[in-house]
Every structure is written in C-alpha cells, then in structure tokens.
C-alpha cells in the first residue's frame, strides 16, 4: 500500500512580465502627454477630409459662444485685430514667415475666421484652419 502523499503543483503567477509591461506603459503615457498642446481651447470642429499639419506659432481659437483666444489668453472682439497684428510682428522676430492656425467651433461666424484670415495675410503671415 502506498501511503505517501502525491505532490501537487504550486500554483503562482510569474510577475516578472509585468514589470516590463508597466515600464512600457509609463513610457507610452509620459510621450502621449507631452505631445498634447496646452495652448488649445476646446471646440467642435468640422470634419475635414485630409489630416495635413502646420508649424503652430499664433493660435486663434474662437469657441462657440463667439469668444476669441489667442493662445489660451481670451481677447475682445473689437482688439482681435491688433492683437493678432502684435503677436505676428512679435512672431516675426523668430521665424521668417509665421504661422497663423485659426482653431473655429462649426458653429462660429466664419466672417469672423476670414477677418482673421485677412488680417493674418496683410501682415505676411501663412494662415491655416484646424479641421478634424
């Protein structure tokens, strides 16, 4: 009669894998975050069938209930003009030819993007609307 007792097998989980995985994933997380651009106001963009990017150097951003943001400083209406105008003579300073990237909501008065467009053109700058 065998009276011994079977060995049965130790369940684990191996960790050593996960360190690895969590390594990579801090990795991915800290490069996905400093791509984002703190400068941007949220808005609903139109959809756009192309993806095609701009060196940003002035940001205008108009929201929704038609508010104007340089940057993520927010600007009056009746200034926009010599506000953009100063940060283009100010981004002249750096660059040849700045660039202009007018950030508009779908429902924003496009007379006023293309006021934007205008002003940003008489001054030598290129100009570019951000189209998701």
Same mark, same amino acid.
């Given at each position: 009669?065998?009276? *011994? *007792?079977? /060995?049965?097998?130790?369940?684990?989980?191996?960790?050593?894998?996960?360190?690895?995985?969590? +390594?990579? /994933? /801090?990795? +991915? +997380?800290? !490069?996905?975050?400093?791509?984002?651009?703190?400068?941007?106001?949220?808005?609903?963009?139109?959809?756009?069938?192309?993806?095609?990017?701009?060196?940003?150097? !002035?940001?205008?951003?108009?929201?929704?209930?038609?508010?104007? +943001?340089?940057?993520?400083?927010?600007?009056?209406?009746?200034? !926009?003009?010599?506000?953009?105008?100063?940060?283009? $003579?100010?981004?002249?300073?750096? =660059?040849?030819?700045?660039? =202009?990237? $007018?950030?508009?909501?779908? !429902?924003? @008065? @496009?007379?006023?993007?293309?006021?934007?467009? *205008? $002003?940003?053109?008489?001054?030598?700058?290129?100009?570019?609307?951000?189209?998701?």
């Amino acid at each position: 009669m065998n009276i *011994r *007792r079977k /060995l049965r097998a130790h369940t684990e989980v191996h960790t050593g894998p996960l360190n690895d995985i969590l +390594f990579i /994933l /801090l990795l +991915f +997380f800290l !490069i996905t975050s400093t791509l984002a651009n703190p400068n941007l106001i949220k808005v609903n963009n139109p959809k756009g069938s192309k993806d095609t990017k701009a060196k940003q150097d !002035i940001i205008v951003s108009i929201d929704k209930d038609h508010n104007f +943001f340089i940057g993520s400083s927010r600007v009056q209406g009746p200034m !926009i003009d010599s506000m953009v105008k100063e940060h283009i $003579i100010k981004a002249k300073q750096k =660059v040849d030819t700045p660039s =202009v990237v $007018i950030n508009a909501d779908t !429902i924003a @008065y @496009y007379g006023e993007v293309f006021r934007i467009m *205008r $002003i940003a053109k008489q001054n030598g700058a290129k100009v570019a609307a951000l189209v998701k």
